[in-house]
């Protein structure tokens, strides 16, 4: 028996189980985990919570060893995924993908929305993320590749005009038209604030029996009940 005839010989399961973070990966979730759910002594020896690496937002993992361990599992799910979901080939995300920035941003909280629907007690979570998620994902994906990556990696069709953007003609443009708007501010400003109240309030003092006004404690001149007014 050849080699290859021994590999398709030998048992194979129907299923993989999804990939588990590495080392670092599952420390950055840990501390997460205890700044939602810790003692106020463990919440507090974290510092400073935003600043806490969230694998999901792959820019936030700033510590060398994390990142690359983040890439190393993120590969891993990729590969999970070809594998267990892509029937078709247009489904099959593509080997380039660490080249195209909006399907890492995408692929870290697939990934993240898979690993805590894993982990629930119930099946719930996986099936909003296997009937909302996932196929999100792949229209999105299928949407924005359509079929520049298909048998090798093309450059970035968007890059003239995204160069464009950054060039200083379309940068001033857009800087006078910041400018134009603050400018426009103190004429509409009025629009926005509330009417101040006609006259000033009064503080007076009033005979109860006979309804007269006897003093004004804000300054104003007193008066007497006419007849024509009402008592209360």
Not at 113 to 138: I, K, N, V
Not at 197 to 212: I, K
Request: net charge negative; with cysteine.
């Amino acid at each position: 028996m050849t080699t290859e005839q021994a590999r398709r010989a030998a048992p194979s399961p129907m299923v993989f189980p999804f990939p588990v973070p590495v080392e670092q990966v599952r420390l950055a979730y840990r501390e997460l985990h205890i700044a939602i759910n810790g003692t106020e002594e463990e919440k507090k020896a974290l510092g400073h919570h935003a600043l806490l690496p969230r694998p999901w937002e792959p820019a936030t993992c700033l510590d060398p060893e994390l990142r690359y361990q983040l890439w190393e599992w993120l590969e891993d799910v990729v590969a999970w995924l070809n594998r267990e979901y892509a029937w078709d080939v247009s489904g099959l995300i593509p080997s380039c993908w660490p080249l195209h920035p909006h399907m890492v941003h995408e692929i870290a909280v697939l990934a993240d929305q898979r690993r805590r629907a894993g982990l629930a007690m119930t099946s719930d979570a996986l099936e909003e993320w296997h009937r909302y998620c996932l196929p999100a994902f792949t229209d999105r994906m299928r949407n924005r590749l359509r079929a520049h990556c298909d048998d090798e990696h093309k450059s970035w069709p968007a890059k003239p005009r995204h160069n464009e953007h950054l060039g200083e003609a379309s940068t001033q443009r857009r800087e006078n038209a910041f400018a134009r708007d603050v400018d426009a501010l103190p004429a509409n400003r009025r629009a926005y604030e509330q009417p101040e109240p006609v006259g000033r309030p009064r503080l007076v003092e009033v005979d109860l029996d006979t309804g007269e006004i006897k003093d004004d404690l804000l300054g104003a001149q007193p008066r007497t009940r006419t007849e024509k007014e009402p008592r209360d």
